[in-house]
């Protein structure tokens, strides 16, 4: 296991390479040809992504496409308790063919998991630029080194308004109306969730900090709250943008998508970015929009209030001190568990919105 991202890792490409070629062949209808198959660097925490180049002839011509996929963890200790890809690709699927929203191309999904050991699926990557987490792009990387405030407040603001136009979206029209359940709100389920996680996440230890916050955000949960297909895991740095950072060229990862309030979405993008800044004891990156007015531009273009704004940011220090106390845990940094930099920074945020 890599000791900073609790992913697994394919021991042998060749022969991934092989079975890739295969399944691919089926579904274009066309042998196809693989090259420059890798794992990259600095990605996410929750699964493994490959990396790689098809080609194929149809019709006299040479067809190129560069690919990415995207694999189902196989690990002792994985991010989360399980994995529906199929609600990730569904998700994408949908927005594809039925909105505005621009998303990879996808070529299939694969649920057999005798194939590749694992569930997976492949789509075409889309050309742009993504923020680094590792480390994080408020630190380095070419958000500091390559862009200038304008083109940040671009990005950030295209951001959001991808975000908001997303949330215009019918989640019974997409097709979604099977994540309802009845007799619980929306909320009541991920707040269930979310203690079903710790419970399992924290192994068996309590979180002190995250189920102080459990118990207020159980005590305090809003009334008559407008319910959308959220995307979960809102940030920039699941977002591919144009090369002039003016328009987002694909959102990514929609592994944490759920029916719910939509502001709980701007607040997770306002709170992961403040773990970068605040969360780490750095400023900012000059030029980016601040949260106030963040969130201001997403309610005028979602067309949703936002006066439940300081719960829902509670419910994301949560949501995402567990998950990287999780991930203290699952690589030997037990330390880290009670009182990371997202705890720390969840604790402060309690500390002025509530009385806990």
Same mark, same amino acid.
């Given at each position: 296991m890599d000791a900073e991202r609790p992913?697994?890792?394919?021991?042998?490409?060749?022969?991934?390479?092989e079975t890739l070629c295969q399944w691919l062949a089926e579904r274009l209808g066309h042998a196809v040809t693989i090259e420059n198959l890798r794992i990259p660097e600095g990605s996410g925490m929750s699964n493994v992504t490959l990396l790689f180049d098809i080609s194929y002839e149809q019709r006299a011509?040479?067809?190129?496409?560069?690919?990415?996929?995207?694999?189902?963890?196989? &690990?002792?200790?994985?991010? %989360?308790?399980?994995y529906d890809l199929s609600l990730q690709y569904r998700v994408m699927e949908e927005l594809g063919q039925h909105s505005d929203i621009p998303v990879p191309a996808l070529l299939g999904l694969e649920q057999d998991t005798s194939v590749l050991g694992v569930q997976f699926y492949v789509m075409k990557h889309t050309a742009g630029r993504i923020p680094s987490d590792m480390p994080p792009? $408020?630190?380095?990387?070419?958000?500091?080194?390559?862009? =200038?405030?304008?083109?940040? @407040?671009?990005?950030? $603001?295209?951001?959001?308004?991808?975000?908001?136009?997303?949330?215009?979206?019918?989640?019974?029209?997409?097709? %979604?109306? =099977?994540? !309802?359940?009845?007799?619980?709100?929306?909320?009541?389920?991920?707040?269930?969730?979310?203690?079903?996680?710790h419970d399992w996440g924290l192994e068996g230890e309590q979180h002190l900090i995250c189920m102080q916050a459990m118990a207020w955000l159980r005590a305090n949960q809003p009334a008559?709250?407008?319910?959308?297909?959220?995307?979960?895991?809102?940030? &920039?740095? $699941?977002? &591919? %943008?144009? @090369?002039?950072?003016? !328009?987002?060229?694909?959102?990514?990862?929609? @592994?944490?998508?759920?029916?719910?309030?939509?502001v709980q979405d701007i607040a997770w993008f306002n709170f992961?970015?403040?773990?970068?800044?605040?969360?780490?004891?750095?400023?900012?990156?000059?030029?980016?929009?601040?949260?106030?007015?963040?969130?201001?531009?997403?309610?005028?273009?979602?067309?949703?209030?936002?006066e439940h704004y300081d719960y829902y940011e509670i419910f994301a220090g949560l949501r995402y001190g567990l998950l990287l106390s999780r991930i203290m845990l699952a690589t030997g940094q037990a330390s880290e568990v009670q009182e990371n930099f997202a705890c720390q920074l969840l604790a402060r945020r309690m500390a002025s919105h509530t009385q806990v």
């Open positions: 992913t697994p890792l394919v021991d042998d490409l060749d022969r991934t390479r011509t040479t067809h190129r496409h560069a690919c990415v996929g995207r694999l189902q963890p196989e &690990i002792a200790r994985p991010v %989360f308790p399980e792009y $408020n630190m380095d990387g070419w958000m500091v080194q390559d862009t =200038d405030e304008a083109q940040r @407040e671009s990005l950030w $603001n295209a951001a959001v308004d991808t975000l908001a136009r997303f949330h215009t979206l019918d989640y019974r029209a997409l097709g %979604f109306a =099977d994540l !309802e359940v009845q007799g619980k709100t929306p909320l009541q389920q991920q707040l269930d969730y979310w203690q079903h996680y008559d709250e407008p319910t959308v297909l959220c995307w979960g895991d809102s940030r &920039i740095g $699941n977002m &591919i %943008f144009s @090369e002039d950072l003016g !328009e987002v060229a694909a959102v990514l990862d929609w @592994e944490m998508a759920v029916l719910g309030n939509p992961l970015d403040a773990t970068f800044a605040e969360g780490l004891g750095l400023p900012r990156l000059p030029g980016l929009p601040d949260y106030a007015s963040t969130t201001e531009r997403w309610a005028r273009a979602s067309g949703f209030g936002a």
